[in-house]
């Protein structure tokens, strides 16, 4: 189970936990924690300042009231747990000042910022781990650095499983092999190891993929026939539509792999596509519940090898993208094209998310995210081969994603086009390829409202478990 730091804000909060821990007590239990909120957000600002000593000042003073403030909600006064978690504070908050100090005799690297922010997950993990303790609860604390083998790519890292797996068998197999129910082990969430030691960070998501690396290193090793991860969100789960197009969308109560990725990758914030890669193969279900629901028996999603293939699964958006075209009347049949374009954009480290060409080459479309357009239109501008040969025009777009096997029938596209019609929304360009459960459309940006709206409105039929309205008027 993964708590993030939406179920870790106050008293209230961490004795949900221990509901939820009761309602689950026949299971042995691995407990993954985020950092408390808006801890990761100062610690990275801590790192970026750390010359400026008066603003590390405020921040730690700030930093240590975060932590000390949950503390005295959540202990008796002077207990043992009290005193522990405060003395953990103390000494890590030491060890982040001399990282800091670090920064600022040698300079700020990808290392040190990995560093820095790993502190938010190893203060909040041990708070939960001595709250459980003083529960009566039996629970461990294990820094996730000691268990998760990530490659050296600071600030998204990526596991290397098979070490992982290795430390897994090692260091958890024999305490979860102990016939013991009462037993939590708690393990800090986005936080990792490469192979010589330095600290490694998971990036977004990162501590729902900590949760789902764990479950497939549990898997290989074969202790436990049966893995279940569930991810403890502020949410019900995924919605077929962002709420703020559609106010009652339905929830998607069952996503295989491919469809969950899909709509995590085009837009819903609850889950990061990433999450699945790790427990997809072995068929781990993964649950998405609602925090405040802890004993919900039917409204939450649920990520497994089960889907209903005739489905519409559901519509996500991107509202901030720029839709770049290069265009020539001199180069007919030219090739190579994309090539030269992409490599022009990959030396700015830009990632497009959808392209259309011409069947000649002479026009090419594709779109990047707002925040990396001038950087790319630039780059474009200043190659002389682009800026001699081609015109380069640019302007914001939305890009609508529609997910499930049914997108696949014909009659499916055409209620789609026939929908836009009846709102006169104009289609910029299609993405879909041959054997894709998701098909990808490319509007104006000021027409994503009335789009969204009327698609849900003439298919809602298609969805998992929408209620239909009558639109006749």
């Known amino acids: 189970m993964k708590f993030g730091g939406s179920c870790l804000i106050n008293n209230h909060a961490f004795n949900k936990i221990i509901s939820i821990t009761e309602h689950y007590q026949s299971d042995q239990k691995i407990y993954v924690a985020s950092a408390f909120n808006g801890v990761t957000d100062l610690l990275l600002k801590m790192a970026k300042a750390a010359e400026n000593a008066l603003d590390i000042d405020s921040h730690m003073a700030l930093l240590e009231k975060r932590h000390f403030d949950i503390i005295e909600q959540i202990f008796q006064e002077e207990s043992e747990f009290y005193l522990a978690a405060k003395d953990w504070v103390d000494e890590n908050l030491s060890i982040l000042e001399n990282v800091l100090a670090d920064i600022q005799e040698f300079g700020f690297e990808p290392y040190y910022q990995d560093k820095v922010i790993s502190f938010g997950e190893i203060l909040s993990t041990f708070i939960l781990n001595q709250f459980l303790l003083s529960k009566g609860y039996d629970s461990i604390y294990i820094p996730a650095n000691e268990i998760i083998i990530t490659n050296d790519e600071y600030t998204n890292a990526y596991p290397y499983f098979d070490l992982t797996t290795s430390r897994m068998r090692n260091q958890i197999a024999p305490i979860l092999e102990k016939p013991n129910k009462n037993l939590i082990i708690c393990i800090t969430g986005f936080i990792g190891r490469n192979k010589i030691g330095y600290t490694t960070t998971l990036g977004r998501g990162g501590s729902d993929y900590t949760a789902t690396i764990l479950a497939r290193a549990l898997s290989q090793i074969g202790i436990h026939q049966q893995i279940k991860v569930i991810l403890w969100k502020d949410v019900d789960g995924i919605l077929a539509i962002d709420p ?13 792999y491919d469809e969950a990725k899909h709509i995590a990758n085009f837009g819903a914030k609850v889950l990061h596509p990433k999450c ?5 193969k072995l068929n781990i279900p993964l649950e998405i519940r609602n925090f405040n629901k802890p ?11 089960k889907s209903d293939r005739d489905q519409i699964k559901g519509i996500s958006t991107v509202q901030d993208g720029i839709i770049i075209t290069i265009t020539s009347g001199s180069l007919v049949d030219m090739p190579g094209i994309l090539a030269k374009i992409f490599k022009v954009i990959s030396k700015s480290n830009i990632s497009v998310s959808l392209v259309a060409q011409s069947a000649t080459e002479i026009s090419t479309s594709f779109i990047v995210k707002k925040d990396d357009a001038d950087i790319a239109i630039n780059s474009l501008k200043n ?3 682009f800026s001699e040969f081609f015109e380069i025009k640019f302007e914001e777009v939305a890009i609508i994603n529609i997910t499930g096997a049914k997108i696949l029938d014909n009659q499916t596209k055409v209620r789609i086009f026939q929908a836009f019609a009846k709102r006169d929304i104009n289609v910029k360009a299609l993405s879909q390829s041959t054997d894709e459960i998701n098909f990808s459309i490319v509007i104006q940006k000021e027409q994503l409202m009335d789009a969204v709206t009327v698609l849900h409105d003439d298919l809602c039929e298609e969805f998992a478990s929408s209620k239909c309205e009558d639109n006749a008027n």
Do not use: M, R
């Open 295 to 305: 004993t919900e028996q039917d409204n939450f999603t649920t990520v497994s090898p």
């Open 276 to 280: 699945l890669e790790a427990i997809e």
């Open 244 to 256: 703020e197009f559609v106010p009652q969308s339905s929830l998607i109560k069952y996503l295989d």
């Open 383 to 385: 190659s002389e081969y």
